[in-house]
């Protein structure tokens, strides 16, 4: 009878923790942290002295946009006298006529020539200058076609006087400003891309192969912010950390109106399958 009620007993005890356990498994929250998709140091392809900084701190920015400007006098001179070149077509339109010209010649010299009016050496005399003639116009439409890679030369050299961003993002720093001397290694502003922002986690080995790419969870940013996001799996890490058991998850969290801020701790649930 005794040992009987010890059964019971143990079963009554074990029955709750294992329904415990396996709802804990289901509704865990793990600590997280909100960071930017991408953090760029923008620098310039080419040094030179800094003309104009055109955007500070938490100045929002978009693909594509001018933040930063070059001393370019030189460049927009060089620019302008290109073009200048590569419009002008004068010099291949003379030889166009004069080429006309000759071929209108060597025809009528031939007729000539067919009735006896006009000699082997006249004929041969004006196909000669014909054949200089064409010439003459390949030579000038190769000069011409020069002049216009040359003017797209210059306007690229132009361009590389302008710092744009690639991305949609929020500047976080600004490291020199007007006057300064900038080069390649020394960047000129840091922009942020906050939508999409990234949720890395890390948890437990236990979990590896429960978490797919693709998995969806549930995220709580930390008040003020405050509210609960739905995120989705990007990458699940292929190395373990040895020392602490957990793997890393990094999440992908839409934030299209940028209400969200980077660097923000939250709370992170993994949905159900």
């Known amino acids: ?17 294992g329904n415990v356990f396996a709802q804990s498994r289901s509704d865990q929250t793990f600590d997280c942290l909100l960071e930017p998709h991408l953090r ?19 100045d929002l920015v978009r693909k594509g946009q001018v933040v930063a400007q070059l001393e ?10 290109a073009a200048a070149r590569a419009e002008n077509n004068a010099t291949v339109q003379g030889k166009e006529v004069r080429v006309e010209f000759l071929t209108r ?3 009528r010299t031939a007729q000539l020539q067919a009735r006896g009016s006009a000699t082997d050496v006249a004929l041969d005399e004006v196909e000669t200058d014909l054949r200089a003639a064409s010439q003459e116009l390949r ?12 003017k797209k030369r210059a306007e690229e050299l132009l361009r590389q006087r302008s710092i744009t961003s690639p991305i ?9 400003g007007s006057g300064e001397y900038a080069y390649e290694q020394a960047p000129i502003v840091t922009v942020a891309q906050i939508d999409p922002l990234n949720v890395e986690v890390y948890v437990p080995v236990s979990m590896f192969g429960s978490i797919k790419v693709g998995s969806t969870a549930q995220v709580s940013p930390e008040e003020p912010v405050g509210g609960t996001y739905k995120a989705s799996v990007d990458v699940v890490d292929q190395v373990f950390d040895a020392r602490s058991g957990t793997f890393g998850i990094r999440l992908k969290l839409p934030n299209p109106d940028s209400r969200l801020p980077g660097g923000l701790r939250c709370k992170l649930q993994f949905d159900q399958p």
Request: aromatic share 4%; glycine share 4%; proline share 3%.
């Open 1 to 17: 009878m005794r040992s009987l009620f010890t059964v019971l007993l143990i079963f009554s005890v074990l029955a709750p923790a």
């Open 40 to 58: 760029l140091k923008l620098a310039t392809p080419v040094a030179g002295v800094l003309k104009k900084v055109l955007v500070d701190r938490g």
């Open 72 to 81: 370019s006098s030189i460049e927009e001179a060089n620019l302008e006298l």
């Open 105 to 107: 010649k060597r025809e």
């Open 139 to 150: 030579e000038a439409e190769y000069s011409l076609r020069l002049a216009v890679l040359e």
């Open 168 to 176: 949609d993002g929020v500047v976080v720093e600004r490291n020199l």
